[in-house]
Every structure is written in C-alpha cells, then in structure tokens.
C-alpha cells in the first residue's frame, strides 16, 4: 500500500506533499492495531488527491507591446494566407514525379508545408487579433481563404477552369482589397522604390507579354485533326479558333492589369517608408511572376510543350513561399535573423 500512497501524496502541491506522505504512511502502518485495514488508508488517500481543489496556474497578463506585436503578427499571417489562396487559381497544376529526386521531395515538402499554413495561419490571427478595425480586416482575410475550397465545390456550371473559378478568387481578391483598405496607414514618403517598383512590374509583365505571345505561342506544335468527319472537323476548327482568340485576350488583359499594378505600385508607395515601399515593389513582383505562370499554363493546356516546365508549377510554388515570406516580415514584423547581430569590432579578432 505504501507505493499507491506514495503516488497519492505526489499529485499533491509541494508545500503539503511531505506531511501528507508521512501521515499517510503511519495511519497504514497502525491501521491493523486501530481495527482498520491498511487498504482503506490508501483508498482514503487517493481520494483526497483525486478532490483536493487544487489552484489552476495563472497565466502571465500580455503587456501592451506584447499585444501589439501578437495583433501585427496576425495581421501578417492573415494577409499572408489569403494572398496564398489567392494565388492558387486556377487550380491548375502541371507537376508530376520527374527524374529530379530532390526536387520531388522539395516540391512534395512545400506544398504540404503551405497547405498546413494556408490552414492554420488565418485560426491563428482570428485568436491573437485586437482591435475592431482589425478584427474586420482579419475577418474578412479569413473569409478570403476559403476560395480554392468554395471553387473545388465546382458550384459554377463551366467547363473551363479559368471561367469557372474566376467569380470565386475575384471575390476573393474583392475581400483582400478591403481589408488592405482597412488596415492602410501612410508611413512615410518615398520615390525611389516606387519608381523602381513600377519599373520593375511593367519589365516582368513585358518580358512575359513578349515571351508568350511572340515567341512560345506563335512556335506551338500545330494540333492536326486525325478524324475523316466534316461535321466533327467544324466544331474542332471553332473550338481551335476560340481558344487561339482567348488567348489573345488573355495576353492583352494580362499586359492591362501588369500596367495598372505598376501604376498602383507607384501610387500607394509615395506614401509609404522606403522599407515598407521595397516591401511592396517585392510582393507586387511576385505578383507579377504568379500571373505570368497563371497564363503560361493557359498555353500550356491549349497544347502541351508550349513552354518549359520551369516556368509553371516550379516559378509559382518559389513565388508562392516567397510572397508569404515579404509579407510576413513587412506586415508582422517577423525577423527571420536574430534581432541582435553582433557586430565585428575592428581589430576584436587580433585583441582577442
């Protein structure tokens, strides 16, 4: 009996553990000469160590700046995790296992490390979030999330990925920008980032514009109809025509939109620090790479081998790790090196 009271005296604070022990173990001890079992000493003991009320650990009050830091690291991690799954329209891959061993398990390693995060970083900021306005902005963040679940639903009636999931990322995108509206906040005033920022996107959108249209479609393996069917040959030539006059679309909207991104680019960083500012020219960048991959992918389905395999499903998940990366470090304040770097003092080494 005395191990059963001796782990029933355990369980109980230190400052009352040795005396209820002791005691516990000279009642067994005597318990035959006061007419009692030794047994019932120890279902008494564990008794008491089952109901003792035992005070629950005090959980240390956050400071100010602690609060602070927790709430803008929430709003990093939201803003993060929704532009994530926004960039992953269309939801449509190309990878497969290929002879590249470390790549494969790069690859496999990240998207399931993405995937965890895009899941769990909006739980997270919902939790450490404080104030209204960004409660709102995280809220809506949050909400913006779920766009690859609502588009694999497949509530949309097309057949077409892109047209399919379209209204369900614009809406998406909708929310992002209405939370970025609630959170926006001049910081300072700049010029030279944002002119190299705006630079920067119009250079990558015309490298792609240029690359896309005048050299990797226009060079496509022409597709030959191998079935002797007149009426089946039609409807094969206006689908073929269709497509061709969709992609001509697709390059002129994508050339729009990387215009109009600089212009913003140059627009919101004036008003911006020139670290924050680089922040952005960086994020919009990326932004920038991930719609050039949207729309090679395009070419891609259209007919395979259009271009390398690189530049598809590679460029946008190195995209991908490296928007949350900046955003997570501009917006919440995330340092991925140690705050506090020792420095080299000239001629330390030779004293020392």
């Given at each position: 009996m005395s191990i059963v009271i001796r782990a029933a005296a355990r369980t109980l604070p230190p400052a009352m553990r040795d005396r209820y022990r002791e005691q516990w173990l000279a009642d067994a001890r005597d318990a035959r000469e006061n007419g009692l079992r030794p047994a019932s000493i120890a279902v008494a003991a564990l008794t008491f160590a089952a109901t003792y009320e035992r005070p629950l650990p005090s959980r240390p009050v956050p400071s100010a700046e602690q609060s602070e830091r927790r709430s803008r690291l929430a709003l990093g991690l939201a803003l993060s995790a929704a532009l994530l799954s926004l960039s992953q329209y269309p939801r449509v891959g190309f990878s497969g296992l290929t002879s590249i061993v470390v790549w494969d398990f790069v690859d496999f390693f990240l998207g399931m490390?993405?995937?965890?995060?895009?899941?769990?970083?909006?739980?997270?900021?919902?939790?450490w979030v404080r104030g209204l306005r960004a409660r709102w902005a995280v809220a809506l963040?949050?909400?913006?999330?779920?766009a690859p679940v609502v588009a694999a639903l497949g509530l949309s009636f097309s057949d077409d990925a892109y047209l399919r999931d379209a209204p369900v990322f614009a809406v998406a995108a909708l929310l992002i920008a209405v939370a970025c509206g609630l959170l926006w906040?001049?910081?300072g005033s700049s010029l030279r980032a944002p002119i190299v920022g705006a630079v920067l996107v119009w250079a990558v959108t015309a490298l792609g514009v240029i690359y896309g249209a005048v050299i990797a479609w226009p060079a496509r393996t022409p597709l030959n109809f191998g079935e002797e069917n007149a009426a089946l040959y039609e409807e094969?030539?206006?689908?073929?025509?269709?497509?061709?006059?969709l992609?001509?679309?697709?390059?002129?909207?994508?050339?729009?939109?990387?215009?109009?991104?600089?212009?913003?680019?140059?627009?919101?960083?004036r008003r911006l620090s020139e670290r924050d500012a680089a922040?952005?020219?960086?994020?919009?960048?990326?932004?920038?790479?991930?719609?050039?991959?949207?729309?090679?992918?395009?070419?891609?389905?259209?007919?395979?081998?259009?271009v390398p395999e690189v530049l598809?499903?590679?460029?946008?998940?190195i995209?991908?790790?490296?928007?949350?990366?900046?955003?997570?470090?501009?917006?919440?304040?995330?340092?991925?090196?140690?705050?506090?770097v020792a420095r080299r003092v000239p001629g330390q080494a030779r004293e020392s």
């Open positions: 490390l993405l995937l965890a995060y895009a899941v769990l970083a909006p739980i997270v900021a919902l939790v963040l949050a909400l913006a999330t779920t906040r001049p910081t094969w030539i206006r689908l073929k025509l269709q497509f061709e006059a992609v001509t679309q697709v390059f002129w909207v994508w050339a729009i939109a990387g215009f109009v991104l600089g212009v913003l680019v140059f627009v919101v960083g922040a952005l020219v960086i994020a919009a960048t990326a932004i920038s790479l991930l719609g050039a991959s949207g729309v090679f992918g395009l070419l891609e389905l259209g007919m395979s081998g259009t598809l499903d590679p460029l946008r998940l995209v991908q790790v490296l928007l949350v990366a900046v955003v997570l470090v501009a917006v919440g304040g995330v340092r991925f090196t140690p705050a506090n």
